[in-house]
């Protein structure tokens, strides 16, 4: 491990929000737009990032490390503790320091932290923990701050950095417990998924739901960690889902999370009032896209959380336990995941009607919507005067608002192909799907193949990075999937933007 003695801070500021960037578990993650030299902004500059409040606003976060000095050894991260690279640590009070220079000239409205594990889970946390009292106690800021859990750290430090915090994060990282084992042989599922439930359940506290039966407080334990779920909450957090490869995210040991809440006399604000968050790194490991799928699904229902962020792994570390990526990181498959994510939170889709065991893989080459729609013609078309709205969110080309819009602007007249454009429908994928008052827009075959093809030759809006890739533009319906040719520009793309080793 490469430390350096008497770093400054700037030089600490440049190692630590370098890192953090590996962390995609904030929206923003990805962007890569240099200045353009006449207009104003910079998505480049080290260390900010941005994320979403509630109400909609983009919000400008300092986005660090505690420290990269890291003793664990997850093999797919460049802070892995066999990495010989130069390493730094912020003390709490440099940390408040950043953060409010940085808020008084309105860079950043608040903080993204997170850490690699220095010295041991508690340590790191009980770091994390002083850092945000220090920041919301002695430097009175009220700005929001997102911070990350460490696996296997004290869940009484946990618990008290969550009275301090907006939003936690606790990393999936891999989809499966088996891979955790293979890439991330430090970290267990189990110190990943208590935390996580941990937090859970004392925001359900917190907003008075009565989830536990209290056990008094005891002034010798200081905090007391063994109160109990009741059996109804045990029976809530343990329901089966019937899917493969979740069964201990489900059964997540729930009265080794219990805690109780025990708010400082300080603190006058909820329990990680914005909720939580988590990543899970993808193609780095052998999942179908039908598990990751499945336990995003399962992360939602049984942890509440507010989103699972899909990280695609590029290789920066060589190990015989990972993939050489000869094709470039799968960016094409971890856009496909986030639309299916969305059809799971907003569109009322479960992961077992998107994918199946016999079909575990989305196509690439179409959105998942169009993928489902075109396994499901018997369901089309649909009249688009009549349909309900749950039924309309399942066309393709029609999207939340533009259902809305329908489901309003019909109540006073019949809706036809114009008016559909004017609401907002795509009607150039739309088209195969709907009729306006019986009728079609163009006579077409409703027929997989044919309608395939015609929605193939409609050009998709693609972020960023994967239309300068040009790999999807130019496959065919019937070639495989290659991104051999995008490979050479996925590379030449900063390797910044879709590095996959994560902090804590
Ligand atoms: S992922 Fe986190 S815990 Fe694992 S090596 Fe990297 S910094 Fe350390």
């Given at each position: 491990m490469v430390i350096q003695e008497n770093m400054t801070v700037q030089k600490k500021l440049e190692i630590l929000s370098d890192a953090a960037?590996?962390?995609?578990?904030?929206?923003?993650?990805?962007?890569d737009r240099k200045?353009?030299?006449?207009?104003?902004?910079?998505?480049?500059?080290?260390?900010?990032?941005?994320?979403?409040?509630?109400d909609g606003r983009c919000i400008s976060l300092?986005?660090?490390l505690l420290t990269n000095e890291c003793i664990f050894d997850c093999k797919y991260c460049m802070n892995?503790?066999?990495n010989d690279v130069l390493r730094a640590t912020f003390s709490p009070e440099e940390i408040c320091n950043l953060t409010i220079e940085f808020y008084r000239r309105n860079y950043i409205e608040g903080l993204f932290l997170s850490a690699g594990v220095l010295k041991s889970p508690d340590y790191t946390m009980e770091?994390?923990?002083k850092t945000l009292r220090m920041l919301r106690e002695e430097y009175h800021f009220n700005g929001y701050i997102h911070c990350k859990a460490v696996p296997g750290a004290d869940p009484v430090i946990v618990e008290m950095t969550g009275w301090y915090a907006d939003r936690m994060s606790v990393n999936l990282e891999l989809p499966t417990a088996d891979s955790l084992k293979m890439l991330a042989p430090n970290k267990t599922r189990k110190n990943i998924l208590k935390p996580m439930k941990q937090i859970q359940i004392g925001r359900l506290e917190n907003k008075g739901m009565p989830v536990f039966n209290r056990i008094p407080f005891s002034e010798e334990d200081g905090y007391d960690t063994g109160r109990y779920l009741t059996t109804a909450a045990k029976a809530q957090t343990t329901s089966d889902i019937v899917l493969p490869d979740i069964s201990d995210i489900v059964t997540a040991d729930p009265s080794g999370s219990s805690f109780g809440l025990?708010?400082?006399?300080s603190v006058n604000r909820g329990f990680v009032p914005?909720?939580?968050s988590t990543q899970m790194i993808i193609g780095a490991t052998p999942e179908s896209d039908y598990q990751i799928i499945s336990v995003a699904e399962a992360l939602y229902q049984k942890f509440d959380l507010k989103r699972v962020f899909y990280s695609a792994y590029i290789s920066i570390n060589d190990d015989s336990n990972l993939p050489a990526l000869t094709q470039g990181p799968p960016l094409l498959r971890e856009h496909r995941l986030y639309q299916a994510d969305w059809l799971l939170r907003f569109y009322g889709f479960q992961a077992s009607e998107l994918l199946s065991e016999n079909r575990p893989n989305f196509n690439t080459l179409m959105d998942p919507k169009c993928n489902w729609a075109l396994g499901h013609l018997e369901q089309f078309p649909v009249e688009v005067n009549k349909a309900d709205y749950y039924t309309l969110l399942r066309i393709p080309g029609v999207g939340v608002k533009s259902a809305q819009r329908i489901v309003r602007a019909r109540k006073s007249a019949n809706l036809t192909f114009e008016d559909l454009k004017k609401i907002g429908v795509v009607l150039k994928r739309a088209l195969y799907f709907i009729t306006c008052n019986g009728r079609m827009m163009y006579p077409v075959k409703i027929e997989e193949n044919y309608i395939t093809s015609m929605l193939l030759q409609v050009k998709e809006k693609l972020p960023l990075g994967i239309e300068a890739a040009s790999a999807y533009k130019q496959l065919s319906l019937f070639d495989n999937a290659d991104f051999t040719s995008a490979n050479a520009d996925f590379r030449s793309l900063s390797q910044d933007?879709?590095?996959s080793g994560l902090g804590g």
């Open positions: 960037k590996y962390d995609v578990a904030c929206t923003s993650s990805g962007v200045g353009s030299g006449s207009g104003i902004g910079n998505s480049v500059a080290c260390g900010i990032c941005h994320t979403f409040s509630a300092l986005k660090i892995r503790a066999s770091q994390m923990l025990i708010k400082p006399p914005a909720g939580q933007n879709f590095l």
